[in-house]
Nanobody, 118 residues
Framework: QVQLVESGGGLVQAGGSLRLSCAAS????????MGWYRQAPGKQRELVAV???????NYADSVKGRFTIFRDNAKNTVYLQMNSLKPEDTAVYYC????????????WGQGTQVTVSS
């Protein structure tokens, strides 16, 4: 059974920081791409950051220089460090995992709310 359990969301003032965590189970974490997406009210879900199994990372232009994605393969956990938060970062943040090769899977976490007040 696959589980992606997010934590770390909350309410923060503009300019503040939060760290999101996503603990995964039931997948082969070391070969999986791990990503963070977000969805604001009335908007489509969008990619925030992704960490590939090979150690590469990619970020949405809107968060470059402020957010950092990193993973701990020993703990099967991916993190999203969010600094210099802005009100426009307010959204539900979702963890996603995608398999590779013959392990073809695509799973989502339940989401965690991040609210940035001005």
């Amino acid at each position: 059974q696959v589980q992606l359990v997010e934590s770390g969301g909350g309410l923060v003032q503009a300019g503040g920081s939060l760290r999101l965590s996503c603990a995964a189970s039931g997948i082969i974490f070391s070969i999986s791409a791990m990503g963070w997406y977000r969805q604001a009210p009335g908007k489509q879900r969008e990619l925030v950051a992704v960490s590939t199994s090979g150690g590469n990372t990619n970020y949405a232009d809107s968060v470059k220089g402020r957010f950092t994605i990193f993973r701990d393969n020993a703990k099967n956990t991916v993190y999203l460090q969010m600094n210099s938060l802005k009100p426009e970062d307010t959204a539900v943040y979702y963890c996603n995992t995608k398999g590779a090769g013959i392990f073809n899977y695509d799973y989502w976490g339940q989401g965690t709310q991040v609210t940035v007040s001005s």
